[in-house]
């Protein structure tokens, strides 16, 4: 059975710092792409960012581009969501989902329908 599980959320001020993981287990986690999605409340899940399977490619939501980065671990089947300069705008559930894909250094879309599995979420709140 495959599981996503989060971590790493909590309270932040403005302009602070978080580091959120996501590990992963029943799954080959080198096959699979990951990506971090955010829904904040009364919003619909907004796409955040997404890394290769190999982990030199990325992509970002141009909200978060310049202060978030996506890395992984594939030894401890682990992705990575760091969040600098933070605003209270990035207030919402984060979600990390995953995605099997052939290519190694391709990073999937924004299209969230296309994510194979999802984790249960972790809450990150930013107040000013």
């Known amino acids: 059975q495959v599981h996503l599980v989060e971590s790493g959320g909590g309270s932040v001020q403005a302009g602070g710092s978080r580091r959120l993981s996501c590990v992963a287990s029943g799954l080959p986690y080198s096959m699979y792409a990951m990506a971090w999605v955010r829904q904040a409340p009364g919003k619909e899940r907004e796409f955040v960012g997404a890394?290769?399977?190999?982990?030199?490619?990325?992509s970002y939501a141009d909200s978060v581009k310049g202060r978030f980065t996506i890395s992984r671990d594939n030894a401890k089947t682990t992705t990575y969501l760091q969040m600098d300069s933070m605003k209270p705008e990035d207030t919402a559930v984060y979600y990390c989902a995953a995605k099997l894909i052939v290519s190694a250094t391709v990073v999937p879309g924004d299209e969230l329908n296309r994510y194979d599995y999802w984790g249960q979420g972790t809450q990150v709140t930013v107040s000013s």
């Open positions: 890394i290769s399977r190999s982990g030199v490619t990325t």
